[in-house]
């Protein structure tokens, strides 16, 4: 499984393309280089890139708990596939990302391509420089998702 790690402010085309940075690029498979899909942020407004080894295993995840003959479950579905592409790296690094797509999260011309662990989270610059966390509040939240009051010992 690939891991992204940190952000890149890059250009979007006249016809929608970002190049992919290249160290982006080569934290991927050989095998899975090229092919990507990306859909919306169902908690934020922007888009998510998965490699394609990511995306398949996000299905794998949903497979297992989605019953087809409960509707709840087909009004998920539906919305989690709403809009979502695949995409494939052309010969100069890059990806077109479809316009709807760039629309929905405000992207015009300069967005950012931000690791998130197995996969890219694509936002418009201007959006990404607000999306930020006091230094204390971001303290709280990783001492109480991580359990840093039970004194382990950080590794």
């Known amino acids: 499984m690939a891991t992204f790690i940190g952000d890149y402010t890059c250009k979007v085309d006249v016809k929608g393309r970002i190049i992919v940075p290249m160290a982006f690029k080569k934290q991927l498979p050989a095998d899975a280089r090229d ?12 888009l998510i890139l998965y490699s394609i080894e990511d995306w398949d295993r996000q299905l794998e ?3 297992k708990r989605i019953n087809p003959y409960n509707r709840e ?7 989690f596939f709403k809009g979502t592409a695949e995409l494939t790296l052309d010969n100069n690094n890059r990806i077109l990302i479809p316009r709807r797509l760039l629309d929905l999260i405000g992207a015009d011309r ?12 694509i936002w418009a610059a201007d959006i990404y420089e607000k999306v930020d966390m006091a230094p ?12 840093g009051t039970n004194n382990e010992p950080e590794e």
């Open 136 to 147: 204390d509040d971001f303290a709280n939240l990783a001492e109480k998702l991580m359990g």
């Open 110 to 121: 300069d967005v950012v391509l931000a690791g998130q662990d197995g996969r890219i989270e």
């Open 35 to 46: 092919h990507f899909v990306v859909r919306k942020d169902i908690f934020e407004n922007c």
């Open 73 to 79: 479950h087909n009004v998920f579905l539906r919305n």
């Open 61 to 63: 995840k949903i497979r």
